[in-house]
């Protein structure tokens, strides 16, 4: 699986967008990038994938570039109850290696 | 839907018990597997399944065994607890219908082992 690199950490006021960003310079055509959040103490959360497209749920937005090398989860009104460590993970979607490759991360702190 | 469900949610040990942590989901997911989670640290693949009767190691399987009977139980036995064992255990489901391949996490199971 491709390799990202994440800030370490990032501050956001509560109500505003918080734009997570990811590099993965090296990902292959069939890669997706996949984004998870582990709230304190808590298991790890799904929160959006997505392959080349831009992708939105309930939860946020993904936004993926062109030569698909950087992507940002966007959390579009954040609130306190987002801060979290969010990570972003690149993998084939079905691989026959189930390991989901958790790196730092970054730490998002929602202040109000 | 429960989800993915653990048990116990805390547990202290001795170094030298046994003990079995459950795991069961109730989504008819056919893979699961086992993490575990050290202070500080990201998550680490202990052994997983691909489906009933099937069981494969993760990174770190030394000191653990696993089986899986049922679709819906995946338990985790320790042989012989160690302090090095002290961790947060989490248990994670998922599905290649769709080829989403999300993975649903439990809440973990919290174990000390003095």
């Known amino acids: 699986d491709a390799k990202t690199t994440q800030p370490t950490s990032m501050d956001c006021a509560e109500g505003r967008a918080a734009n997570l960003p990811c590099n993965h310079s090296t990902i292959s055509g069939n890669e997706y990038v996949y984004w998870y959040r582990q709230i304190h103490s808590q298991g790890p959360q799904y929160i959006i994938h997505g392959l080349k497209n831009n992708e939105t749920n309930e939860m946020a937005s993904l936004i993926i570039t062109e030569d698909r090398k950087s992507s940002t989860l966007i959390l579009p009104h954040a609130t306190l109850r987002d801060t979290a460590v969010y990570y972003c993970i690149v993998r084939v979607a079905g691989g026959v290696d189930y390991k989901l490759s958790f790196g730092a991360g970054t730490t998002v702190t929602v202040r109000a | 839907n429960a989800g993915v469900t653990q048990t116990p949610k805390f547990q202290v040990l001795k170094t030298g018990q046994s003990m079995t942590l459950q795991c069961a989901q109730d989504?008819?997911?056919?893979?699961m597997s086992w993490y575990r989670q050290d202070p500080g640290m990201g998550l680490r693949l202990i052994h997983y399944?691909?489906?009933?009767?099937?069981?494969d190691q993760g990174e770190v399987p030394n000191g653990y065994n696993v089986s899986r009977s049922t679709t819906e139980d995946f338990p985790l036995r320790l042989l012989s607890a160690a302090p090095s064992q002290t961790s947060v255990y989490f248990c994670a489901s998922s599905s290649q219908i769709g080829r989403t391949d999300t993975q649903y996490f439990g809440p973990g199971t919290r174990l000390t082992v003095l």
């Open positions: 399944s691909v489906g009933a009767g099937i069981t």
């Open positions: 989504m008819n997911h056919e893979y």
